[in-house]
Protein backbone atom coordinates (compact mmCIF):
# COMPACT_ATOMS: atom_id res chain seq x y z
CA UNK A 1 0.00 0.00 0.00
CA UNK A 2 1.54 3.35 -1.02
CA UNK A 3 1.83 5.79 1.87
CA UNK A 4 0.66 9.37 0.29
CA UNK A 5 0.63 11.38 3.86
CA UNK A 6 3.97 11.28 5.54
CA UNK A 7 2.42 12.60 8.89
CA UNK A 8 3.74 10.19 10.95
CA UNK A 9 6.85 11.67 13.36
CA UNK A 10 9.60 10.38 15.49
CA UNK A 11 9.41 9.72 18.98
CA UNK A 12 10.47 13.16 20.46
CA UNK A 13 9.48 12.98 24.25
CA UNK A 14 11.50 12.52 27.36
CA UNK A 15 14.10 9.38 27.53
CA UNK A 16 14.88 7.32 29.93
CA UNK A 17 18.52 7.61 31.39
CA UNK A 18 20.81 4.83 29.84
CA UNK A 19 22.37 4.19 33.27
CA UNK A 20 18.29 2.77 34.51
CA UNK A 21 17.25 1.24 31.49
CA UNK A 22 17.89 -2.22 33.21
CA UNK A 23 15.53 -1.19 35.81
CA UNK A 24 12.29 -1.66 33.62
CA UNK A 25 12.64 -5.17 33.84
CA UNK A 26 11.98 -5.66 37.73
CA UNK A 27 9.55 -3.04 37.47
CA UNK A 28 7.22 -4.88 35.72
CA UNK A 29 8.32 -8.34 36.85
CA UNK A 30 7.60 -7.25 40.47
CA UNK A 31 3.87 -6.76 38.97
CA UNK A 32 3.73 -10.52 38.81
CA UNK A 33 5.67 -11.72 41.04
CA UNK A 34 3.50 -10.19 44.01
CA UNK A 35 0.16 -11.36 42.48
CA UNK A 36 1.14 -14.65 44.00
CA UNK A 37 -0.30 -14.21 47.58
CA UNK A 38 1.52 -17.57 48.41
CA UNK A 39 4.76 -15.40 47.45
CA UNK A 40 3.97 -12.08 49.00
CA UNK A 41 2.97 -14.13 52.70
CA UNK A 42 6.47 -15.29 52.56
CA UNK A 43 8.12 -12.00 51.55
CA UNK A 44 6.61 -10.63 54.60
CA UNK A 45 7.25 -13.46 56.73
CA UNK A 46 11.45 -12.86 55.55
CA UNK A 47 11.03 -9.66 57.93
CA UNK A 48 10.08 -11.41 61.45
CA UNK A 49 13.59 -12.54 62.29
CA UNK A 50 14.88 -9.01 61.82
CA UNK A 51 11.75 -7.99 64.10
CA UNK A 52 12.69 -10.37 66.66
CA UNK A 53 16.07 -9.33 67.11
CA UNK A 54 15.33 -5.70 67.09
CA UNK A 55 13.75 -6.64 70.19
CA UNK A 56 16.13 -8.45 71.79
CA UNK A 57 18.42 -5.30 71.09
CA UNK A 58 15.84 -2.84 72.56
CA UNK A 59 14.92 -5.38 76.20
CA UNK A 60 18.94 -5.84 76.44
CA UNK A 61 18.98 -2.15 77.03
CA UNK A 62 16.08 -1.59 78.93
CA UNK A 63 15.56 -2.11 82.74
CA UNK A 64 11.96 -1.80 82.43
CA UNK A 65 11.84 -4.47 79.41
CA UNK A 66 14.07 -7.04 81.71
CA UNK A 67 11.89 -6.71 84.58
CA UNK A 68 9.15 -7.40 82.80
CA UNK A 69 10.60 -10.86 81.56
CA UNK A 70 12.51 -11.59 84.26
CA UNK A 71 16.19 -11.07 83.09
CA UNK A 72 18.93 -10.86 84.69
CA UNK A 73 21.00 -8.50 82.58
CA UNK A 74 23.56 -10.18 82.82
CA UNK A 75 21.93 -12.99 81.26
CA UNK A 76 20.55 -10.70 78.62
CA UNK A 77 21.71 -12.05 75.25
CA UNK A 78 24.85 -10.65 73.89
CA UNK A 79 25.18 -8.00 70.67
CA UNK A 80 28.18 -8.78 69.39
CA UNK A 81 29.69 -10.30 65.98
CA UNK A 82 28.20 -14.13 66.84
CA UNK A 83 24.41 -12.35 67.10
CA UNK A 84 24.88 -10.41 63.61
CA UNK A 85 26.49 -13.72 62.35
CA UNK A 86 23.69 -15.78 63.11
CA UNK A 87 21.17 -13.17 61.76
CA UNK A 88 23.23 -12.96 58.26
CA UNK A 89 22.85 -16.82 57.95
CA UNK A 90 19.29 -17.08 58.58
CA UNK A 91 18.14 -14.24 56.53
CA UNK A 92 20.65 -15.47 53.52
CA UNK A 93 18.99 -18.93 53.37
CA UNK A 94 15.47 -17.30 53.57
CA UNK A 95 17.27 -15.41 50.11
CA UNK A 96 18.01 -18.86 48.77
CA UNK A 97 13.97 -19.66 49.22
CA UNK A 98 13.15 -16.61 47.57
CA UNK A 99 15.33 -17.76 44.80
CA UNK A 100 13.81 -20.86 44.18
CA UNK A 101 10.93 -19.33 43.94
CA UNK A 102 11.14 -16.39 41.30
CA UNK A 103 14.48 -17.51 40.33
CA UNK A 104 14.14 -19.96 37.45
CA UNK A 105 11.54 -18.33 35.37
CA UNK A 106 13.21 -15.42 34.99
CA UNK A 107 15.04 -16.07 31.61
CA UNK A 108 13.26 -19.40 30.33
CA UNK A 109 10.36 -17.85 29.55
CA UNK A 110 11.72 -15.06 27.18
CA UNK A 111 13.88 -17.47 25.40
CA UNK A 112 10.86 -19.90 25.62
CA UNK A 113 8.98 -17.44 23.42
CA UNK A 114 11.82 -16.21 21.61
CA UNK A 115 11.72 -12.79 23.40
CA UNK A 116 14.81 -12.02 23.38
CA UNK A 117 15.15 -10.78 20.12
CA UNK A 118 12.51 -8.26 20.87
CA UNK A 119 14.76 -6.91 23.76
CA UNK A 120 18.10 -6.65 22.50
CA UNK A 121 16.78 -4.99 18.82
CA UNK A 122 16.29 -1.86 20.86
CA UNK A 123 18.89 0.35 22.44
CA UNK A 124 19.57 -2.47 25.19
CA UNK A 125 23.06 -4.40 25.38
CA UNK A 126 23.20 -8.00 26.31
CA UNK A 127 24.52 -7.07 29.87
CA UNK A 128 21.80 -4.93 30.33
CA UNK A 129 19.31 -7.38 30.06
CA UNK A 130 20.97 -10.01 32.67
CA UNK A 131 22.25 -7.07 35.23
CA UNK A 132 17.89 -6.34 34.96
CA UNK A 133 17.33 -10.16 35.19
CA UNK A 134 19.65 -10.31 38.07
CA UNK A 135 18.09 -6.87 39.80
CA UNK A 136 15.12 -8.83 40.08
CA UNK A 137 16.57 -11.12 42.76
CA UNK A 138 19.37 -8.21 43.65
CA UNK A 139 16.73 -5.52 44.91
CA UNK A 140 14.45 -8.36 46.81
CA UNK A 141 17.09 -10.50 48.06
CA UNK A 142 18.74 -6.49 49.79
CA UNK A 143 15.25 -5.75 51.05
CA UNK A 144 15.46 -9.21 53.61
CA UNK A 145 19.34 -9.71 53.95
CA UNK A 146 21.93 -6.24 54.21
CA UNK A 147 19.28 -3.48 54.23
CA UNK A 148 17.53 -4.63 57.47
CA UNK A 149 20.98 -5.70 58.94
CA UNK A 150 22.59 -2.38 58.79
CA UNK A 151 19.56 -1.00 60.29
CA UNK A 152 19.62 -3.28 63.18
CA UNK A 153 23.29 -2.79 63.57
CA UNK A 154 22.59 0.85 63.49
CA UNK A 155 19.72 0.71 66.24
CA UNK A 156 22.03 -1.17 68.66
CA UNK A 157 25.00 1.33 67.94
CA UNK A 158 22.68 3.84 68.90
CA UNK A 159 21.52 2.60 71.73
CA UNK A 160 25.37 1.62 73.28
CA UNK A 161 26.72 4.97 72.23
CA UNK A 162 29.92 4.98 70.72
CA UNK A 163 32.28 3.10 72.28
CA UNK A 164 30.43 -0.02 70.91
CA UNK A 165 30.36 1.76 67.78
CA UNK A 166 34.32 2.22 67.47
CA UNK A 167 34.88 -1.49 69.00
CA UNK A 168 32.51 -3.04 66.49
CA UNK A 169 32.64 -0.75 63.16
CA UNK A 170 33.86 -3.75 60.99
CA UNK A 171 30.36 -5.86 62.04
CA UNK A 172 28.30 -3.64 59.17
CA UNK A 173 31.45 -3.96 56.59
CA UNK A 174 31.09 -7.78 57.50
CA UNK A 175 27.02 -7.54 57.10
CA UNK A 176 27.48 -5.74 53.92
CA UNK A 177 30.02 -7.75 52.40
CA UNK A 178 29.07 -11.43 52.91
CA UNK A 179 25.38 -10.70 51.93
CA UNK A 180 26.21 -9.03 48.84
CA UNK A 181 28.73 -12.03 48.24
CA UNK A 182 26.00 -13.86 48.81
CA UNK A 183 23.29 -12.05 46.55
CA UNK A 184 25.56 -12.19 43.63
CA UNK A 185 26.25 -16.09 43.75
CA UNK A 186 22.61 -16.60 44.24
CA UNK A 187 21.19 -14.31 41.08
CA UNK A 188 24.13 -15.14 38.49
CA UNK A 189 23.47 -19.51 39.72
CA UNK A 190 19.79 -18.95 39.27
CA UNK A 191 19.50 -16.61 36.03
CA UNK A 192 21.95 -18.72 34.70
CA UNK A 193 19.61 -22.18 35.82
CA UNK A 194 17.45 -20.29 34.12
CA UNK A 195 18.71 -19.34 31.05
CA UNK A 196 19.67 -23.16 30.19
CA UNK A 197 16.65 -25.18 31.55
CA UNK A 198 13.46 -24.33 30.20
CA UNK A 199 11.33 -26.77 32.67
CA UNK A 200 10.66 -24.51 36.05
CA UNK A 201 10.64 -27.67 38.23
CA UNK A 202 14.37 -29.00 37.25
CA UNK A 203 15.57 -25.53 37.37
CA UNK A 204 14.33 -25.35 40.82
CA UNK A 205 15.55 -28.55 41.52
CA UNK A 206 18.86 -27.85 39.95
CA UNK A 207 19.73 -24.86 42.43
CA UNK A 208 18.69 -27.53 45.52
CA UNK A 209 21.13 -29.81 43.99
CA UNK A 210 24.11 -27.57 43.56
CA UNK A 211 23.85 -27.08 47.17
CA UNK A 212 23.45 -30.89 48.40
CA UNK A 213 25.34 -33.09 45.54
CA UNK A 214 28.25 -31.24 45.77
CA UNK A 215 28.32 -30.85 50.12
CA UNK A 216 28.03 -35.23 50.10
CA UNK A 217 30.71 -35.30 47.50
CA UNK A 218 33.09 -33.24 49.53
CA UNK A 219 32.48 -34.80 52.48
CA UNK A 220 32.91 -37.93 50.88
CA UNK A 221 36.34 -36.53 49.88
CA UNK A 222 37.30 -35.29 52.49
CA UNK A 223 36.57 -38.72 54.64
CA UNK A 224 38.42 -41.04 52.25
CA UNK A 225 41.26 -39.01 51.83
CA UNK A 226 41.48 -37.25 54.71
CA UNK A 227 42.18 -33.92 53.32
CA UNK A 228 40.13 -30.61 53.70
CA UNK A 229 40.15 -29.88 49.67
CA UNK A 230 37.41 -31.94 49.11
CA UNK A 231 35.45 -29.05 50.37
CA UNK A 232 36.06 -26.47 47.53
CA UNK A 233 33.08 -28.63 46.00
CA UNK A 234 30.79 -27.64 48.71
CA UNK A 235 29.15 -24.29 48.07
CA UNK A 236 27.76 -24.31 51.50
CA UNK A 237 31.33 -25.00 53.01
CA UNK A 238 32.69 -22.17 50.96
CA UNK A 239 30.49 -19.40 52.30
CA UNK A 240 30.13 -20.35 55.56
CA UNK A 241 34.26 -20.17 55.68
CA UNK A 242 33.76 -16.60 53.96
CA UNK A 243 31.37 -15.79 56.76
CA UNK A 244 33.32 -17.17 60.00
CA UNK A 245 36.26 -15.31 58.17
CA UNK A 246 34.26 -11.82 57.79
CA UNK A 247 32.86 -11.83 61.46
CA UNK A 248 36.43 -13.21 62.86
CA UNK A 249 34.66 -16.42 64.71
CA UNK A 250 36.75 -19.33 62.62
CA UNK A 251 34.98 -22.86 62.61
CA UNK A 252 31.88 -22.33 63.44
CA UNK A 253 30.44 -25.01 62.05
CA UNK A 254 32.79 -27.29 64.77
CA UNK A 255 34.70 -29.26 62.34
CA UNK A 256 38.24 -30.81 63.15
CA UNK A 257 41.39 -28.01 61.99
CA UNK A 258 41.83 -30.31 59.48
CA UNK A 259 38.89 -30.07 57.40
CA UNK A 260 38.84 -26.37 57.57
CA UNK A 261 39.16 -24.35 54.26
CA UNK A 262 41.92 -21.39 54.46
CA UNK A 263 39.36 -17.81 53.71
CA UNK A 264 41.64 -17.36 50.54
CA UNK A 265 40.68 -20.70 48.84
CA UNK A 266 37.21 -19.84 49.62
CA UNK A 267 37.16 -16.38 47.94
CA UNK A 268 38.85 -18.48 44.79
CA UNK A 269 36.51 -20.58 44.43
CA UNK A 270 33.59 -17.83 44.81
CA UNK A 271 35.34 -15.90 42.42
CA UNK A 272 36.08 -18.60 39.69
CA UNK A 273 32.18 -20.30 40.10
CA UNK A 274 30.48 -17.06 39.26
CA UNK A 275 33.29 -16.35 36.32
CA UNK A 276 31.85 -19.66 35.36
CA UNK A 277 27.98 -18.99 35.53
CA UNK A 278 29.03 -15.48 33.51
CA UNK A 279 30.91 -17.29 30.70
CA UNK A 280 27.69 -19.63 30.56
CA UNK A 281 25.54 -16.62 30.45
CA UNK A 282 27.17 -15.28 27.65
CA UNK A 283 26.81 -18.65 25.72
CA UNK A 284 22.96 -19.27 26.06
CA UNK A 285 21.63 -15.25 26.01
CA UNK A 286 21.54 -13.96 22.21
CA UNK A 287 19.62 -12.33 19.87
CA UNK A 288 19.27 -15.22 18.19
CA UNK A 289 19.65 -19.17 18.41
CA UNK A 290 21.16 -21.72 15.76
CA UNK A 291 18.79 -24.91 15.82
CA UNK A 292 20.43 -27.84 13.75
Known amino acids: MAVYEHTYKPYAGPLTPEWSRFLIIPRHAYRDVFKSKLFTGFFALCFVCPLVMAILVYVKHNVAALAVF ?147 MGFTINGVLHTRWGSLFNLTMVMKTIEDGLFRRPNTMGLPEWMVLPTGAAWIVLGLFCTFCLFLLTRRVRAYEVVR
Open 70 to 216: QLDPANAPSINAGFFQSYTEFQRWLGFLLTVLIGPVLISRDLANNALPLYLCRPFSRAEYVIGKMSVLIILISAITWVPGLLLFSFEAYLDGGQWLANNYWIAGSILVMNWAWIILLSLLSVTMSAWVKWRMAASAGLFGLFIIPSV
